[in-house]
């Protein structure tokens, strides 16, 4: 008499088991991993700051602890490293916490670069070098991904997108515009730390960017001489000497040292100076009333002196 094979247990699981519970094993779960295994992104653009907002992230973890969990994948050699919640963790280290909640996820390179930069473009305040940078990342990402597509396709339909047509689209921007932004990443690092101080205005320094390394070493040297930043008009004129090979040091100082078409046609005296000499209830449009009052005595009477 043939015996029969008992059931095993894993067979009794697969019996069993509900439709729920085996969709719950493929849903995230989030655990609480050691700060000390979580490691930032590498070549992450956007800077955490021990700032007042992080003063304000410190207070709400010391209160209610880490309300979204931050997403991860793991690392070849162990650990984790952040794609998003890089802020929560700093907060949690100044919080006095040893944990953190997260999500993990396994992301290849590209899957994870493009998650990391839509996750911290979120952000209220960011920077026009961590836009530069998150940009290019994020756009190289989709590249690759894409891969070239094949003549065959493009010619049939005439309808294969870009990907920063793509990228366009999803952040309600337009391809000029990620191009310009992605152009600052060719800044030397003091000329974009300019443009992140707002000493220098976008779009001359776009045209900067097109400047050899070397002729973004030497503009420094020639703003310091005419101790002034290159207007619109003056960035692109350094663009086309460079084009031509005859952005020296020299044509530099002598482009900078041109008298601005603004500068000339107009004063301007900083607020600090005004009111030292007005109440301190006076708004500026009570000030500027009282300047053009006088100014215009001050005529009157130069006019009258000049007929006698």
Known sequence: MKRKKPLSLEGYDEIFSTEESRQEEHTEKVREVPLSELHPFKDHPFHVADDEAMEKTVESVKKYGVLSPAIVRPLPDGGYELISGHRRKRASELAGLDTMPVIVRDLDDDEATILMVDSNLQRESILPSERAFAYRMKLEAMKRRAGRPSKENVSQVGTQKRSDEIMADELGSSRNQIQRFIRLTYLIPELLQMVDDKRMAFNPAVELSYLTEEEQKNLLNAMDYAQCTPSLSQAQRLKKLS????????????????EKKQDVDRVVLKDDVLRKYFPKTYTPRQMEDVIIKLLTQWQKHRDHSQEL
Not at 243 to 258: K, N, P, R
């Open 243 to 258: 084009q031509d090979g005859h952005c020296s040091e020299d044509a530099m100082c002598a482009v900078l040292s041109e």
